[in-house]
């Protein structure tokens, strides 16, 4: 039998447990890291934003991990880790297609949206190759020493006086291992909350509705060059960024496709789909549910005329999960056990990289138990508020998927959110227990909420007079000059004054 005797136990080598692995190691802690499969490995979550980014390197200088570093930037990444896949992410891009029509652009861009994150290709953001990434994560936390278990089952979780028991297999035999403390890191595994019973969030209270059809793709063709090929260059003059060089929303009735592009030619690409407009045709395969919907979309079907899937598809069920508790007096979950929303505009990595940097932070804080237990439960209760304000901005905008410009405008309160706390950031005046999306602000959360109501019930035709009002309602908070009607939806990089103390 394998025996670890430790202070931390985490399931799941994802980057987000890995990185919190290797943070504890730093600090003095001994812990076990163990893992259902095996790396290399594909996975899914692969586009990071500057907020993702600041955490990134946040935690690097905090918790001096000089090799983690390069990866906050496109430029230093691709100069540091050349063999490691990224693609380069200058910010979001925004396309309505309409049923049985090619896309048409249009001179006031009504139909696309695209807001830069970075001013330059150099310091922009990053696709994360997960596969990739993630293995090379874990490999240097085995050079620092954290001892992991792959292909390891863990099938009987307790709790008792002295903390954490678990009992597993691997190929080459049974597994236990004790620890004072427990983070369950691994994702949809759940395994933490089937062995304490935590229950899940009614699934009819959250607003976002979403199942996923998703590959890897060889041969997608660039989106720039079919809009220039049928409508000549003046179709992309006025883009901020090469639009491929970001993560594409392809906005379709009732759901959505996202495009990221890798540097090595592979392409990841997946729909996220209401269920209730989209029901799964149970006779139908995977890959036919794929070529129906592209052909239903003329411009979606000459993206993909050339694509190759390069692994097989992934059809899931419903996507949205939220357990009622993610931490307690001696564990935690990371955001992606506790829940999941969609993936449109990509909030799981920077949330994953909020919480292990907050829980890196308790852990070199908080020696005593009573000290991690004050701040574990804080941790809870801004994890699933971070969860709950994700579904809040997420639903508002799935809500307004035939209504563009009513779509674009709301979409703002995310973008107004992200860029102050970016600011907040870049100015040095974030802590470490800063909320993501300014989830813990009450002022902004109350402004928002009213003005997502409202865009729900607005109407096409008012969408001009909704932006209008809310440019007002957003002008404390909207350092980056978003909500302009002069950019006609083309938003480049603009640095804001520093934020006032929220
Ligand atoms: C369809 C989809 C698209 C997404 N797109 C984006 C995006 O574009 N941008 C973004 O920021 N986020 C996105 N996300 C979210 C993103 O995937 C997560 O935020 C991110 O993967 C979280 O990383 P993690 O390390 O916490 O967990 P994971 O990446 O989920 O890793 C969990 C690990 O735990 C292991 N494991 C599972 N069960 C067990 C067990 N019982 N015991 C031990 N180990 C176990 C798994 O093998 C895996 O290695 C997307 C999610 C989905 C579902």
Known sequence: MTRFDCDLAILGSGFGGT?????????????????????????IGESSTPLSNF?????????????????????????????????????????????????????DNANALLVAASPDDSVSDTQWLRAEFDAYVVAR?????????????????????????????????????????????????????????????????????????????????????????????????????????????QIID?????????????????????????????????????????????????????????????RTGRLQRRLTQAAGPDWAMLPHTAGFLDAWLSPGIAQTLFAVSRLGYILAEERTERGRERRLLEYNRTVLRELAWVDEITGTCFACFDRFPVLATASMLYFVAAIYCEERERNGEAGPDDAFLL???????????????????TPAEDAERFAEGVRDRIAPYNLGGLCDPARRNMYPFITGPAPQKA
């Open 141 to 249: 936390a085995v050079e620092a020493g954290v001892p992991y278990l792959d292909e390891c089952e863990i099938r009987d979780v307790r709790h008792d006086s002295r903390g954490w028991e678990l009992n597993g297999t691997r190929p080459d035999g049974a597994v236990q291992a004790r620890a004072k403390l427990l983070v369950d890191a691994s994702g949809t595994g759940q395994v933490l909350a089937d062995a304490l019973g935590i229950g899940q969030t009614d699934p009819s209270a959250l607003k976002v509705r979403s199942r996923a059809l998703y590959s890897h793709f060889t041969g997608v063709a660039r989106w720039q060059d079919l809009l220039e090929g049928e409508f000549g260059r003046s179709a992309t003059t006025g883009h901020p960024f090469r639009c491929d060089d970001s993560t594409i929303h």
């Open 439 to 457: 989830a813990d602000h009450g002022a902004f959360r109350d402004l928002a909420w009213d003005i997502f109501r409202r865009a729900v019930r």
């Open 55 to 107: 955490k990134l390197a946040r935690i690097a200088d905090h918790f001096g991990l000089d090799w983690l570093r390069p990866f906050a930037k496109y430029g230093t990444w691709k100069a540091t880790y050349p063999d490691i896949t990224c693609g380069l992410k200058r910010g979001f891009g925004f396309f309505r297609h309409e049923r049985g029509r090619p896309f048409g652009a249009r001179d």
């Open 19 to 43: 990185l919190l692995a290797v943070i504890a190691r730093k600090l003095g802690y001994s812990v076990a890291l163990l893992e259902r499969g095996r790396h290399p490995r594909f996975a």
């Open 254 to 314: 009732g759901g959505w496709m996202w495009i990221i592009r890798f540097d090595n030619g592979v392409t990841s690409a997946g729909f996220s789909l209401d269920p209730d407009v989209h029901p799964l045709r149970p006779d139908e395969t995977a890959e036919d549910e794929w070529r129906r919907l592209l052909n239903t979309y003329p411009s979606l079907a000459r993206q993909f005329a050339s694509a190759t899937p390069v692994r097989p598809f992934v």
